[in-house]
């Protein structure tokens, strides 16, 4: 009888851990307010937002955060848009991790980049904060780099001085006409990430 119920417990145990393997969470980063809802630094709840209208399931305000869950090919993807403003947002990542018990390279964060240019896509397994606040609150939180960034362009146009204006102003209309086919992109890249894998989506979406 012991023997019996201790592995009905450890096959419990082991379907656990194969559902958590088959949740994802995914991050956009973003400042909450309405002030904020159409600017640069907030593609990352720009995104979530597209996939959320698109697949259509609606976000819920809870804990640390804005959620909303989407179901794929089997697949549980957790919608996170962090109501702390950007500089916590690493305390609604762990908050969310540690209450889905989902695993750390089973999380994608989606950031601002100054560095490459409007639209383009660089998806990576670990790096540097790169003067990102939500990445390094992420990084503190976490107290790792190993975690999957998802880095939408935004581009460097704009004066000596002028960064923070830039980053916290809205798009241009340029930037908004080509917006939707990226953002388009995106909901492809998240859905990838969590069926064919980050090696894959690396190698189909970088550079695009």
């Given at each position: 009888?012991?023997?019996?119920?201790?592995?009905?417990?450890?096959?419990?145990?082991?379907?656990?851990?194969?559902?958590?393997?088959?949740?994802?969470?995914?991050?956009?980063?973003?400042?909450?307010?309405?002030?904020?809802?159409?600017?640069?630094?907030?593609?990352?709840?720009?995104?979530?937002?597209?996939?959320?209208?698109?697949?259509?399931?609606?976000?819920?305000?809870?804990k640390l955060g804005a959620v909303a869950e989407y179901k794929f090919?089997?697949?549980?993807?957790?919608?996170?848009?962090?109501?702390?403003?950007?500089n916590l947002s690493g305390k609604a990542v762990k908050y969310w991790?540690?209450?889905?018990?989902?695993?750390?390279?089973?999380?994608?964060?989606?950031?601002?980049?100054?560095?490459?240019?409007?639209?383009?896509?660089?998806?990576?397994?670990?790096?540097?904060?790169?003067?990102?606040?939500?990445?390094?609150?992420?990084?503190?939180?976490?107290?790792?780099?190993?975690?999957?960034?998802?880095?939408?362009?935004?581009?460097?146009?704009?004066?000596?001085?002028?960064?923070?204006?830039?980053?916290?102003?809205?798009?241009?209309?340029?930037?908004?006409?080509?917006?939707?086919?990226?953002?388009?992109?995106?909901?492809?890249?998240?859905?990838?990430?969590?069926?064919?894998?980050?090696?894959?989506?690396?190698?189909?979406?970088?550079?695009?």
């Amino acid at each position: 009888m012991i023997n019996w119920f201790n592995n009905l417990f450890s096959n419990t145990k082991t379907e656990d851990k194969i559902d958590n393997m088959k949740k994802f969470l995914i991050v956009g980063l973003g400042n909450i307010g309405a002030e904020y809802v159409n600017t640069r630094h907030n593609i990352g709840f720009k995104a979530l937002d597209f996939l959320a209208r698109k697949e259509g399931v609606s976000f819920e305000t809870m804990k640390l955060g804005a959620v909303a869950e989407y179901k794929f090919k089997g697949r549980t993807f957790l919608l996170l848009k962090p109501n702390t403003y950007m500089n916590l947002s690493g305390k609604a990542v762990k908050y969310w991790m540690d209450t889905e018990k989902i695993p750390l390279e089973n999380i994608m964060v989606i950031t601002d980049d100054l560095n490459l240019s409007f639209g383009a896509i660089r998806i990576r397994k670990k790096g540097s904060d790169g003067g990102h606040n939500g990445l390094k609150s992420i990084q503190a939180t976490l107290n790792t780099t190993d975690y999957i960034r998802f880095r939408f362009g935004i581009s460097d146009e704009f004066k000596k001085g002028k960064q923070v204006d830039y980053v916290l102003g809205e798009w241009d209309e340029t930037e908004k006409t080509a917006l939707p086919e990226r953002l388009e992109l995106a909901s492809e890249i998240i859905k990838s990430f969590g069926t064919a894998g980050i090696e894959n989506t690396m190698s189909a979406y970088n550079g695009k």
